[in-house]
Structure formats: C-alpha cells, structure tokens
C-alpha cells in the first residue's frame, strides 16, 4: 500500500491507468486490473503537490522545492495481464522471452512466441514498429530488459508484464 494521504490523481491514457500520488512520495499506478496495482516510490520529501504530463512528474515539497521524474518506466514496466489480454486480442503479441532451458523446466506460457533474448533482433526485424509487443519471462527481468531494448529499437508500444509464476492472475 502507499503511505501518506493522496495529494493529486491523474489519468494516463496511453495505458488507461489511474496514478495517485502520496504526501510520501509514493506514486501508486493502477492498472484496470485492481489486483495489479504498483507502487513507486519517488522520494523522502513530503509531496505538497503534482503534476503530470507526457510522462513526467513533477513533485512540490512541503519545503517549497519541486522535482521533476520521468515515468516512462512506469508505463513500460508490469502492466496487468488484463491489459494485455485486451491488447492481444486486438493484434497485440506476448512474447516469452525465457531461455530454452527455462522455457522446457518452468513449462509453456500462453503467448504468441517464444524467442530466446540473444534471438530477440532477428524476431523483430521484420515487424511492423507499431505493433504492441509485451515481454515475459520467469522473474521480470528479461521481460524489462527486452521491452527497453525494442523501445529503443522504435517500437514504442514495446512493454513488459514482469515474470511468469503458476496460479498468476489473469482475467
């Protein structure tokens, strides 16, 4: 749960999700999907209040500072499944990005493909750049990595859904 009462909510449509920032410094991002909600936390200072726009927040302190932070990790990392599902079934792919080894040991995940990380180039060379794409593998790590790694290659619709675990939560 975030700590401290809420300062400012804001909408962020490029992922339909709801942020709520906190006089800690907490920002809780709040995916459709309720059981998928994230908290970041910003800084120490005490937040006297907010504002966002394309990605950025901007904090005043109670000391009369302000700072501002990049989100766009925010919007990249550990969307819900519920999202992705939606997207899926509009053209979107979920890309398990585990190694072999992994892939054979933890089991299959239900997604579009299945492409080692060292194979991850070769598989997006010939895609289209607006194609939504969301990463996958056993802990969350890969996924963001191989996420960042398409978004920096052009696809800015590249995000990741964190790690895979039986009995995770899907719609």
């Known amino acids: 749960m975030p700590k401290g009462g809420a300062v400012r909510l804001f909408f962020e449509p490029c992922m339909s999700q709801i942020l709520m920032v906190c006089t800690s410094g907490d920002v809780a991002i709040v995916p459709e999907c309720t059981k998928c909600v994230k908290i970041l936390h910003l800084t120490e200072r005490t937040v ?11 904090l005043s302190f109670a000391d009369g500072g302000t700072e501002s932070f990049s989100l766009i ?33 933890e089991g299959p995940i239900p997604c579009t493909a299945a492409v080692a990380p060292e194979e991850l180039d070769e598989y997006l060379q010939d895609k289209d750049p607006d194609t939504k794409l969301f990463f996958m593998c056993s ?6 990595q191989a996420a960042w790694h398409s978004y920096y290659l052009g696809f800015r619709n590249a995000r990741s859904v964190g790690g895979w675990h ?3 939560h899907i719609d």
Do not use: F, W
């Open 48 to 58: 006297a209040d907010a504002e966002y726009e394309d990605h950025r927040m901007t």
């Open 73 to 105: 990790t925010a919007d990249r990392i550990r969307v819900s499944l519920s999202y992705v599902k939606n997207a899926c079934a509009k053209g979107g792919e979920l890309i398990d990005v585990r190694p072999q080894h992994l892939r054979m040991q």
């Open 139 to 144: 802990y969350g790590t890969v996924a963001d």
């Open 166 to 168: 039986k009995g995770m």
